[in-house]
């Protein structure tokens, strides 16, 4: 008779444990789906939300992107990729005009003298006069568009004289390029 209580108490503690473990499987289940019902009609607006602030900050950065192209007409630039034709390729050119989705006309130095329309912005870079030269600082500051002396440079900057005050400015290599124009031609940017 012991035996058969003691066995009946375990029996009874067992199944009271697992009525007790699928109550809170379905009490945790029930929860999550309210969460999912609560939080799919509250997140529905937030990710309409969502969607339209990337679509403003991308119209935004595109903008900002278009503004702040370093090229201007008069400039001395260098091809940096064979996508425009290996002939081309670390070849130097003169930039004729620029157009609003930075890119530009380029008019090559080499013989042929041809003519490269709609060259993107990121398949050049900046040429560098030799000390002496015209050059022009094309970023930031006080003395964006200014145009000077190139006196010396290194391997990561270059000091120029600006012919506007005659001040000395130190400038990294990235920021001037080789002035071809006239030098009283006033830069409206």
Do not use: C
């Not at 003395?143 to 002396?149: A, D, I, M, Q, T």
């Not at 990561?156 to 012919?163: C, L, M, T």
């Amino acid at each position: 008779l012991m035996e058969e209580s003691t066995t009946n108490k375990r029996n009874s503690n067992n199944s009271s444990i697992a009525i007790k473990k699928e109550s809170d499987e379905n009490r945790s289940r029930n929860d999550i789906d309210d969460d999912d019902e609560n939080s799919s009609s509250s997140r529905k607006p937030v990710k309409k939300h969502r969607m339209k602030d990337k679509k403003k900050k991308k119209k935004q950065s595109r903008n900002e992107r278009d503004q702040q192209t370093w090229l201007v007409s008069n400039i001395r630039v260098r091809v940096i990729t064979k996508k425009m034709g290996n002939q081309y390729f670390k070849e130097k050119g003169i930039v004729i005009d620029v157009l609003n989705n930075n890119t530009a006309t380029i008019q090559m130095s080499s013989s042929s003298k041809q003519i490269l329309d709609r060259v993107p912005e990121r398949y050049l870079e900046t040429a560098l006069p030799k000390p002496g030269g015209n050059a022009i600082i094309l970023t930031g500051g006080q003395y964006k568009y200014s145009k000077g002396k190139l006196l010396q440079r290194n391997s990561n900057h270059g000091i120029i004289q600006i012919y506007d005050d005659m001040s000395i400015q130190t400038k990294s290599l990235d920021d001037i390029a080789e002035w071809v124009g006239p030098l009283d031609d006033d830069m409206m940017y």
